[in-house]
């Protein structure tokens, strides 16, 4: 089974239905659903230099022998595995500086917060049908904060774009024999 189950949807779909903000980008990769999922758990960021530039960019901490997945969204949230051929980042965030964000996991928060000024973050990357994609969704738990976050998506869009297609390619590399760089 791939990464939609019997009703069509993905774990993403379940988890965050409805949004305010949008990416997805995909790459075909001619390769089994196993092999590009090894791919996906172990490609490191040394194999996607654009993306590594892109997260310095950002302070986070991209360091060349860490792994993509799993060291995608740093401090903000988590990586979950949802299934055979997908993957989810999960994450909460504030706008406002100094204030926490509610108690637990991302993935409960996410799941269960409807608390204003949330942001509530989920990216998959999943394989399916040949083809290998990333969706990014952005949920804002209030008007106020979505309107807030609104610049601030117009203005890393490019750069999250360039960050997540080169994910896509050095995993596709590495699925097809590539392997990793030196």
């Given at each position: 089974m791939d990464a939609h189950d019997l009703d069509g949807r993905t774990e993403l779909d379940r988890l965050l239905p409805r949004w305010?903000?949008?990416?997805?980008?995909?790459?075909?990769?001619?390769?089994?659903a196993g092999v590009v999922m090894r791919a996906v758990r172990e490609t490191i960021w040394a194999e996607a230099p654009v993306a590594r530039t892109m997260m310095a960019l950002t302070r986070a901490d991209a360091g060349r022998e860490r792994r993509i997945v799993g060291d995608f969204l740093g401090g903000m949230g988590e990586?979950?595995?949802?299934?055979?051929?997908?993957?989810?980042?999960?994450?909460?965030?504030?706008?406002?500086?100094?204030?926490?964000?509610?108690?637990g996991s991302a993935l409960e928060v996410v799941r269960e917060c409807a608390e204003p000024g949330l942001l509530k973050v989920v990216m998959n990357v999943r394989f399916g049908g040949g083809v290998l994609s990333t969706e990014t969704r952005v949920y804002a738990t209030d008007e106020r904060t979505r309107r807030r976050f609104r610049p601030y998506w117009l203005a890393i869009r490019a750069g999250s774009g360039?960050?997540?297609?080169?994910?896509?390619?050095?995993?596709?590399?590495?699925?097809l024999g590539g392997g990793a760089v030196p």
């Open positions: 305010h903000f949008r990416e997805v980008h995909r790459v075909c990769v001619a390769a089994s990586t979950v595995r949802a299934g055979e051929g997908e993957v989810l980042f999960v994450g909460v965030d504030t706008l406002e500086d100094g204030r926490a964000r509610p108690e360039l960050t997540r297609r080169s994910m896509l390619r050095a995993i596709r590399r590495r699925a």
